[in-house]
């Protein structure tokens, strides 16, 4: 049989496969159509009760024959979810009964994978269950922990097939992807509430306060509500005009708290990211944040940075407008609840190269060598230092810290590989400039031999690097022997 362009499958199984996902998708919108009609219906029934009583065996009859739709729309619903449940309940029972290879759960869901994606970390996921994972707010990987340097989702097309080919093998059908469920859509309804919040934005400081209050929750809640300040080019201005004069910030931090929230909220969502950084008051606003308030909305306005520098043009602008001092100085600060927000922030920005030069100059080198030293939020720091490190103006400050010490510590203690890898990677981008380094890794190489170890049993950049020190501490050797004689 020919194959199709879906690698390792069949033309007939994917047709098979087609025709699920046309028939799930079409049930999916049979269902909400059920509902928007209930919604109309029900919005009907509220009408014609308001109506005068002059008519009211007339209206009664109307009422009676909208309740009856609504019934009826409700009792489709019904069979269609019994139908979902149904369905569900058999596939279950079906991989239940089998011996599931782990590699094919999801890590979160342990269920089966439908449509397997990589993260940033290399680990491998369902779609879904990570996407609902990262629009929590989430920043970290969930089996690593380690801090995303991304949070693009790629397909993995080979765990995928192995599925299907062991679905096929083993005679059972693969579900299609779950879809998330939890997007939605903005009904008029919904559109009418928030466009009323809004409106209450500009009215007394007491209304401003509980709209802001419901909004910072919907837009939690709701991904659907993230998406309608995307559509409309009024709703940011209204959002923030509270917060553009000075006291709202200082004499009212609820208010702030409640509206940076918003801001986080908003800028989960794929689609607002450009259009947030880009809107003038806002990356000031969280500068301005992350310098006062509750320490909820300080950490929500490093959080805010962070998922506003997944792009590259948004890193230059939130570090060109002075982001990066600010976080510095809240990282120095040390607060427990805003370290994981700080310091993903700091990450995403010094990814590019002309970012580095900034936070050196601001003072990032020294605080994390600081923290380092305490082993606080270790891996994290030591993935911003090894940008920090490739930057020439980082190398001297490295070496009047005592960085030597340090890292040759984190590696001898540590279990985590990531974090080896990191300290050798700083360490030999500070021996390619500075010989005093270099006799110091060579002193503490001849009692311990730290380097050597690593250089056999560490992953395999750790060992390349490692392999290139202990090259440069040869020929340094030879060359002092030469000069000596």
Request: overall charge negative; charged content about 30%; proline content about 4%.
């Amino acid at each position: 049989m020919a194959k199709s362009e879906v690698m390792g499958v069949s033309d007939g199984e994917v047709l098979i496969e087609k025709g699920n996902i046309n028939n799930n998708n079409g049930n999916r919108i049979k269902s909400k159509e059920l509902k928007k009609d209930l919604l109309t219906l029900v919005m009907e029934i509220n009408q014609e009760e308001e109506e005068d009583d002059d008519e009211v065996e007339k209206e009664n009859g109307v009422i009676l024959g909208t309740i009856d739709k609504a019934i009826q729309a409700l009792t489709a619903l019904k069979e269609l979810k019994l139908k979902k449940s149904k369905k569900k309940r058999a596939l279950s029972s079906q991989f239940d009964q089998l011996n599931v290879p782990d590699e094919f759960r999801c890590p979160i869901s342990r269920e089966i994978m439908k449509d397997p994606v990589v993260l940033s970390t290399g680990q491998t996921y369902d779609r879904p269950f990570i996407q609902k994972w990262l629009k929590e707010g989430n920043r970290t990987c969930p089996q690593t922990q380690q801090v995303l340097s991304h949070i693009e989702l790629t397909p993995n097309h080979l765990v995928r097939e192995l599925i299907l080919q062991w679905c096929k093998d083993h005679g059972i059908e693969l579900p299609p992807p779950l879809q998330d469920v939890n997007d939605g859509f903005v009904t008029d309804a919904d559109r009418n509430h928030l466009n009323m919040l809004l409106d209450k934005m500009s009215s007394t400081l007491s209304e401003q306060k509980k709209a802001a209050k419901e909004i910072r929750m919907l837009t939690k809640r709701m991904p659907s509500f993230r998406s309608f300040f995307g559509e409309s080019a009024y709703a940011l201005p209204q959002l923030l005009g509270p917060l553009t004069t000075a006291e709202s910030l200082e004499d009212h931090p609820d208010l702030q708290e409640d509206l940076i929230t918003t801001i986080l909220n908003l800028s989960i969502h794929d689609n607002n990211k450009k259009l947030i950084a880009e809107f003038p008051a806002v990356i000031p606003l969280l500068i301005e944040s992350l310098q006062c308030g509750t320490i909820e909305t300080r950490a929500n306005a490093a959080a805010a940075l962070f998922t506003l520098s997944a792009l590259d043009e948004n890193k230059l602008l939130i570090a060109e407008l002075g982001a990066l001092k600010p976080l510095i100085e809240l990282l120095e600060q040390g607060h427990e609840t805003a370290m994981k927000d700080v310091t993903s922030a700091l990450f995403n920005l010094c990814k590019i190269w002309e970012n580095r030069g900034i936070a050196v100059r601001d003072g990032a080198v020294k605080v994390i060598l600081k923290k380092l030293k305490e082993r606080v939020h270790v891996s994290e720091l030591l993935a911003i230092l090894a940008f920090l490190s490739t930057h020439h103006s980082a190398i001297d400050e490295l070496e009047n810290l005592g960085s030597v010490d340090c890292l040759l510590s984190i590696i001898s203690e540590s279990s985590c590989e990531p974090d080896r890898e990191n300290c050798i990677v700083i360490l030999h981008d500070i021996c390619g400039y500075s010989r005093f380094a270099l006799k110091e890794v060579r002193d503490e190489e001849k009692e311990k031999g730290i380097i050597s170890n690593l250089a056999e049993n560490g992953t395999s950049r750790a060992r390349r690097k490692a392999s290139g020190l202990l090259n440069k501490l040869r020929l340094n050797r030879r060359i002092n022997y030469t000069h000596t004689a």
